[in-house]
């Protein structure tokens, strides 16, 4: 795929890429990269991912009066 830049584009690319000591096609690559991946939901490791194989869904939701301390001690 080929792009072209505008001159201010390209100005602005070479120098940032010259500041960070890399080619301007990586910079623009890594930056393309990087603004795309926002997208995608993050990457979960493994912790993560068996922490949340463990939580099972019910469809209960207990009311404030059943949580609070006075809904613990009803006899």
């Known amino acids: 795929m080929m792009i072209t830049l505008s001159p201010e584009i390209e100005k602005a690319v070479r120098e940032r890429a010259e500041q960070n000591g890399k080619a301007p096609d990586d910079l623009v690559n890594e930056t393309l990269r990087m603004a795309l991946a926002a997208d ?3 990457a ?3 912790w993560e991912q068996r922490l949340l194989s463990i939580g099972l869904w019910t469809g209960i ?3 404030n ?10 006899d």
Do not use: A, I, K, W
């Not at 009066?65 to 009803?74: D, T």
């Open 40 to 42: 995608e939901p993050p």
């Open 44 to 46: 979960r490791d493994e």
């Open 61 to 63: 939701s207990l009311t």
């Open 65 to 74: 009066e059943q949580v609070s301390s006075e809904g613990l001690y009803e």
